[in-house]
């Protein structure tokens, strides 16, 4: 289904995407999928308590999955596009799989080390880089309602959210830290066999005999050529620096301090069910202008740092988590429905490469930076600057014509 196709029906008119039997098949692929990484933190928390190391090794072993993602992201849009975005995520997931089994058998002889657990976290974030940009060209070849699709996929991801973690500590509680690895190793199996049928659809690879250099280059002129996509990349990213990295772990420490562990539990579910209602809404509501109404709604985000920062009570913190969930979801359904319907899907996989490795690579950064920071000027302070800075990059989004004046349709 091309986009102009899909600009020749009225969005009311568009069948649902569960009446799509490749689209029921490519959300309980990735359903599962996001449940594994829902599961990942908790079951590898264990395993490097279970090794016998220290609570920094989590650290080195999360950094060990994380950075061949973002080192390798460009490369798996690429080979998507050459490929089949399809037949990348299969081997993805393949992959995954055999990694995550290989870690709950290591610990289930006990004979696990720690270079053990980041060298199998390295092999699992590397497929991860193959499997991610593909997900951007999948949504049109399976659904014509793509927005309605995008919201359900966002409904998915709260849902594994809420639930990965829970079901991961269920199982390192009552089971074994080996148990929760080989119950993420069989998700990422049942992804591959929902994606395994879609493998042949309406997908033809272009340019198999070009270089690798030369198709990465032309996924950087397509992206370069959008001067609202690189934009947005560029705030995004600056935002992702000031809020993303330091506001999550720092609000975390300050949240349990004031409200205990329980209460952040309870803020962070609000902050869950709050993506959820931001899928609903990402479901209906369709405005002229997508982009200028999901910056409209992350300034609920923007936001969510000031509760803690500024000590608020535990209901307007509870309130703040729900709208700064719901701004993000809805965000997200915008922006993915705006790349999907606007970029040409021969080129898709390679320029959602690009927009993935600017949305994530300056994070940890931020993450890193975080501590230090606030020990020189205190948490509190260091949650109301990304406040104001993320309020800024967003006014700044809405100063941009080629953002701002961007419709539904493309020109």
Do not use: K
Not at 327 to 350: C, D, E, K, N
């Amino acid at each position: 289904m091309t986009t102009d196709q899909l600009t020749d029906r009225q969005p009311d008119t568009l069948p649902s995407p569960w009446r799509s039997g490749p689209f029921r098949l490519f959300f309980l692929a990735r359903s599962s999928s996001l449940l594994a990484d829902g599961m990942l933190m908790v079951s590898l928390t264990a395993a490097v308590l279970h090794a016998g190391e220290g609570l920094n090794a989590v650290g080195y072993a999360l950094a060990a999955w994380m950075a061949p993602t973002a080192l390798l992201v460009l490369f798996g849009g690429v080979l998507a596009d050459r490929f089949t975005p399809q037949l990348m995520m299969v081997g993805a997931d393949a992959v995954r799989t055999v990694a995550m089994l290989s870690l709950g058998l290591l610990l289930a002889t006990g004979h696990i080390r720690l270079w053990h657990i980041m060298a199998l976290l390295a092999l699992s974030g590397a497929a991860t880089a193959m499997f991610q940009p593909g997900l951007a060209a999948i949504v049109p070849r399976v659904a014509e309602d793509i927005q309605r699709a995008n919201a359900l996929l966002r409904i998915a991801e709260a849902c594994a959210t809420l639930l990965g973690p829970g079901l991961a500590g269920f199982l390192v509680a009552l089971w074994s830290p080996a148990g929760s690895f080989l119950v993420i190793a069989a998700t990422f199996a049942t992804s591959a066999l929902g994606l395994l049928p879609l493998r042949r659809l309406g997908t033809v690879p272009e340019g198999r005999d070009e270089p690798i250099w030369h198709r990465l280059a032309i996924g950087w002129q397509e992206f370069r050529a959008r001067n609202w996509l690189w934009s947005v990349i560029v705030l995004w990213s600056t935002y992702g620096l000031f809020l993303f990295g330091p506001a999550i772990p720092l609000a975390a420490v300050l949240l349990t301090r004031q409200h205990g562990s329980a209460g952040y539990g309870w803020i962070a579910s609000a902050d869950g069910a709050g993506t959820i209602v931001g899928g609903l809404l990402g479901m209906r509501v369709r405005p002229r202008r997508p982009l200028v109404a999901g910056v409209l709604a992350m300034l609920c985000y923007s936001l969510s740092p000031l509760a803690p920062a500024l000590n608020w009570s535990f209901t307007v913190t509870l309130l703040t988590g729900v709208l700064a969930g719901c701004g993000y979801a809805f965000w997200g359904v915008m922006w993915a429905t705006t790349i999907q319907t606007h970029i040409p899907l021969t080129v898709l996989s390679r320029v959602s490469a690009y927009d993935v490795a600017g949305s994530i690579m300056v994070i940890p950064f931020g993450r890193a930076l975080s501590g230090p920071v606030a020990n020189a000027l205190g948490p509190n302070h260091v949650l109301l600057g990304s406040s104001v800075i993320g309020l800024l990059c967003l006014a700044a989004m809405l100063c941009v014509p080629a953002i701002r004046t961007l419709g539904r349709a493309p020109a």
